[in-house]
């Protein structure tokens, strides 16, 4: 593919059989080549994109290490068919395990035909360290999709065992990204701009609402070359500030053009690493761009309303203070308050040698609630005078999680159909995960259902995740799974999509809470085996003794 763009084709077929395994053939309308080149082609250190020493410092094509086809050569039958716009006829040359078997003059059509069969069929051994069909299709597919990222005016297509599995027309650049990385990114999209120092960035940035559990979002180019660059990514989180909710990840396809002389992109044989002369420049400049257009897509379109008075008695601030529900006139919060549903029969509580007593009375439901700060963390006081914080999300987190796992992997009864089903669209490999995860999924209560290529579609939910958008956590479930890949026991996989169901469907930070609700919480918070940790290992509550307080004020020495 990169020596098809680099000889400007416009339209590049990829033809597949068995993953890969009995054949890969690349057919493109470039400039192709007459015999002499045809021949050149396959020896090895050859190459027509280098024409002088200084070249090699200044490198303006996707590839010239004059290795690929050589070594492809060596493991495999290739043939190549190619003719320039000056020649009559074309060229076919024939190998097999890097020897010549053929050159003969053919009809044939301005381009390059590259055909690879039997790979590894002269080392078999190698052959076995081959993944199934549907994991090396998967890394072929998501291997063309970036690479129809960084080209958006030429049309890709993908034809697995005689049937189409992806056509990529060209178009513009947004429609691309929307095309490749699924329907969520659909309007979400903004667009990233800026110069600095020689450099340039181009691309678009989604909103911090379309996020990821992953990294696999973020698709970065230099000089329309793909790569993976700490700097970037660290300046990309960076220009997103605290938007971005803790271990999640944004979705963006940034393009960099840079002088050719400042940029090495011989430092791994893959060319996905780059070097840069000036990376400092280079962080200021992504971070900067992604900034103003992230803050520029969240200006509000309308002038603030005027704060509201505030009660008689009550501080202006984030503090809420107990005993005072909201009124029936309080503006909505961002997330709506809902109701915490009472859990299955509470489990006895733990005995004192596995869980030590947290206060005299060892009991949350026990404390005094002082009020909410932030929104997001109770405020309660023990017996002993002592300030215990909780995080309400952690903790919700902890109690939905116990319920799930003392369901144990029975179907839940209390599942609702979704009045209008989602969609989620995935690339090949996260489909193909997706795919294996359908069963387990129902056992939770999640229905899904194929929904033509790619795409699935979600009709049904446990009453818990109710209220949620399903998509993002259909996505959190595939990038997690296939990160962690898929055991044969498939224990570990099932326990992850539990924690994540506790967490997409707990209480949220800065989500107001009532004093019932408040009150519900803890008591749900007793019955729980381990109350002092969320799923995920973070603390559920922090303690302060008076005297530390009193020491901060200087109360006390």
């Not at 006829?89 to 024939?94: S, Y």
């Not at 002088?259 to 070097?275: G, I, M, S, Y």
């Not at 193909?432 to 009709?459: C, K, Y």
Request: charged share 25%; aromatic share 6%.
């Amino acid at each position: 593919m990169e020596n098809a763009l680099d000889a400007g084709a416009t339209r590049i077929l990829i033809e597949l059989k068995k993953a890969g395994k009995v054949q890969i053939r690349i057919t493109d309308n470039g400039i192709g080549m007459n015999r002499d080149d045809c021949l050149l082609a396959v020896e090895r250190y050859a190459t027509s994109k280098l024409l002088a020493d200084e070249d090699l410092f200044n490198i303006r094509t996707l590839g010239f290490r004059g290795e690929a086809l050589p070594s492809i050569a060596s493991i495999c039958r290739l043939t190549i068919e190619s003719r320039d716009k000056d020649s009559e006829a074309g060229t076919q040359i024939r190998m097999a395990g890097g020897k010549i078997q053929g050159v003969t003059e053919i009809g044939a059509p301005v381009g390059t035909q590259v055909s690879v069969q039997d790979l590894f069929f002269n080392t078999p051994a190698r052959r076995k360290f081959m993944k199934s069909d549907a994991t090396e299709l998967g890394h072929i597919a998501d291997g063309v999709a970036r690479t129809a990222l960084a080209w958006p005016g030429v049309t890709f297509r993908i034809d697995h065992n005689g049937r189409t599995l992806k056509n990529w027309p060209a178009t513009e650049p947004e429609a691309r990204i929307s095309d490749v990385l699924g329907g969520q990114t659909r309007g979400a999209l903004h667009p990233v701009r800026g110069a600095a120092g020689g450099l340039s960035i181009a691309g678009y940035a989604a909103s911090a609402s379309v996020t990821r559990g992953t990294s696999q979002g973020i698709h970065l180019f230099v000089n329309h070359r793909f790569i993976r660059d700490r700097t970037i990514q660290h300046a990309l989180m960076a220009g997103y500030g605290n938007r971005l909710m803790r271990g999640r990840f944004p979705v963006a396809v940034l393009f960099l053009t840079a002088p050719f002389e400042q940029v090495d992109v011989n430092v791994h044989p893959t060319k996905h690493e780059v070097r840069f002369a000036d990376p400092r420049t280079l962080h200021q400049l992504v971070q900067t761009a992604v900034q103003q257009a992230i803050e520029t897509a969240e200006k509000p379109k309308w002038a603030p309303a005027p704060p509201a008075p505030a009660s008689v008695g009550e501080a202006p601030g984030c503090f809420t203070a107990a005993g005072t529900d909201p009124p029936e006139t309080a503006l909505p919060q961002p997330l709506p308050a809902r109701p915490l549903e009472p859990l299955p029969e509470p489990a006895p509580p733990p005995p004192e040698q596995t869980q030590p007593p947290l206060w005299q009375e060892g009991r949350f439901s026990g404390l005094r609630v002082i009020g909410q700060f932030h929104d997001t963390y109770i405020l309660c006081e023990t017996p002993e005078k002592a300030l215990v914080l909780i995080d309400q999300h952690a903790a919700h987190e902890r109690i939905r999680y116990e319920a799930l796992c003392r369901e144990g992997q029975g179907r839940p009864g209390d599942i609702q159909r979704l009045l209008l089903p989602e969609t989620v669209e995935l690339g090949f490999e996260e489909a193909h995960v997706l795919q294996r995860l359908l069963e387990d999924l129902d056992r939770l209560g999640i229905e899904i259902a194929p929904f033509g290529g790619n795409t699935f579609v979600i009709t049904a939910a446990p009453a818990m995740l109710s209220g949620r958008q399903m998509a993002p956590f259909i996505l959190d479930i595939v990038e997690k799974t296939a990160r962690l890949g898929i055991p044969s026991d498939t224990g570990n996989t099932f326990d992850e999509v539990r924690k994540l169901m506790a967490c997409h469907s707990a209480i949220r930070a800065n989500q107001r809470l009532t004093d019932r609700e408040i009150q519900a919480l803890l008591t749900q918070l007793d019955a729980c085996e381990d109350p002092s940790h969320c799923p995920h290992g973070r603390p559920t509550w922090i303690r302060y003794e008076l005297t530390e307080i009193e020491k901060l004020f200087r109360r006390i020495l």
